[in-house]
DNA sequence: CGTGTACTTGATACAAGTCAAGAATAGTGG
DNA sequence: CCACTATTCTTGACTTGTATCAAGTACACG
């Protein structure tokens, strides 16, 4: 069940049966979060760390206007709120976008994880630098390429993370989002985003039917994005 | 001279002599940076981590058109490459924004630092942690807030860094950074930064002669930014 | 004391937001 | 299975925040 993860972590350095063995100790029951549903609230403390198994879900931050700003899509295989392991009081909240399935695992119990297995505490350690790359990544396309370039750059993103845990091959794959949300992670208005991807269409760059995403032009969607996957560290490198 | 780091890792979380000495051990000697080099450049790979002790310094990406966006700007006591640790290729690139003095650390030696000192370890994991926070941050007001409140939200989050290691107090502190490089960091053009920071001033709420900002309204500052200092995680806690 | 860099201000252009309303879909209960 | 409802998507008209272009002023520094 905690396979997804495995695949992603196993594509950035060999994990050997031991670690997976730890990694599976430390997981506890799946569990069903309803869309909507909010998985980790902003500013409470938490014991316990979150691995999605299935599902969609959005780091976000409500103002005082009641605008939300998404700083991070989530998806099968990631560690949610690794992070509260060092840093307990969450800065964000964590929502399910979609239906989800999730696991936890203690703060305890991570704790003795990381330190009997230090190999894998790096790899740990090394996929919450990832997020960070992933933020930067999101604060330059945000600051300084076009509304479009945003767009094709975050729809690179998701194929690729998509495409290490098997829900995505061939350039086709399902992002279950509204134009709403959307908007709300590239930092647009829903109507802006609902234009942005006619145009894609308009090129023939892109189809999107219903969740479908079918990306037609690889090539043209990655120039657009100045997209260039090094920052999500998908190659083998002992760590 | 790595004072600063210590002073902050031990805002965080109590560091013994041990600590302290091991994390010693590990740099080498002061280096000094001239204001505009390159302290790391962009997709390189390195092979240790540099740690700042005096200056300013800031992440950045540039764009094929020749724009940048900075991500992140670091400051003295900062690792600023501590996730190269983990993730050896550079996505982007580390520019010193002042003349500045640092040292830097093999990877051989800080691997071996953490493998020893895992509480160590964890305080440094932490501190890449807060980077990702820092980034959300940045990403929120970027995305949701006006301009005027990202700026604020930027002099709020620069003066209590700066108050950690001494270099800020009764609100009043030196930023010696040009406005177009706080237009690089907030995503705005060169122009608007100045008419902000021109309204800020008209509104009596801070005054910025030469490097030297002095915040005569701190709360309203904090208000027009909605500036919450929880993600800095600057109170100690076991960790 | 001259020259480059940073700051400041004004005029104009444009990207993206807001408001509004209709069309398509998906979901729900009878 | 269909009618009813609620989202979500789509399009148009208009507004606004921020960028761009341009020119002048104030510093800093060699």
């Given at each position: 069940m905690y396979n997804a993860l495995v695949e992603k972590l196993a594509r950035r350095d060999v994990l050997d049966a031991v670690e997976e063995a730890a990694l599976a100790r430390v997981l506890g029951p799946a569990v069903r979060v309803l869309a909507g549903r909010d998985i980790v609230s902003e500013h409470v403390r938490v014991e316990q760390s979150t691995l999605i198994l299935s599902g969609f879900t959005a780091r976000y931050t409500t103002l005082a206007n009641g605008r939300r700003q998404i700083t991070e899509i989530n998806l099968t295989g990631d560690f949610i709120d690794?992070?509260?392991?060092?840093?307990?009081?969450?800065?964000?909240?964590?929502?399910?976008?979609?239906?989800?399935?999730?696991?936890?695992?203690?703060?305890?119990?991570?704790?003795?994880?990381?330190?009997?297995?230090?190999?894998?505490?790096?790899?740990?350690?090394?996929?919450?630098?990832?997020?960070?790359?992933?933020?930067?990544?999101?604060?330059?396309?945000?600051?300084?390429?076009?509304?479009?370039?945003?767009?094709?750059?975050?729809?690179?993103?998701?194929?690729?993370?998509?495409?290490?845990?098997?829900?995505?091959?061939d350039h086709v794959?399902?992002?279950?989002?509204?134009?709403?949300?959307?908007?709300?992670?590239?930092?647009?208005?829903?109507?802006?985003?609902?234009?942005?991807?006619?145009?894609?269409?308009?090129?023939?760059?892109?189809?999107?039917?219903?969740?479908?995403?079918?990306v037609l032009r690889w090539d043209r969607l990655a120039e657009i994005a100045e997209f260039d996957p090094t920052y999500l560290r998908l190659h083998r490198e002992p760590t």
């Open positions: 690794l992070h509260s392991l060092l840093m307990k009081q969450m800065d964000h909240g964590i929502v399910a976008l979609t239906d989800c399935t999730i696991a936890h695992a203690s703060h305890a119990d991570l704790r003795k994880l990381v330190d009997d297995h230090g190999h894998l505490a790096r790899l740990l350690w090394l996929d919450t630098v990832i997020d960070a790359a992933i933020h930067r990544q999101w604060l330059v396309a945000m600051g300084r390429r076009s509304a479009l370039a945003h767009l094709c750059h975050l729809i690179c993103e998701m194929y690729l993370r998509l495409e290490v845990v098997g829900q995505a091959a794959f399902d992002l279950p989002l509204s134009q709403a949300v959307l908007g709300d992670a590239l930092g647009l208005s829903t109507v802006h985003v609902n234009r942005l991807i006619g145009e894609l269409r308009g090129e023939g760059v892109i189809t999107w039917v219903g969740a479908r995403i079918t």
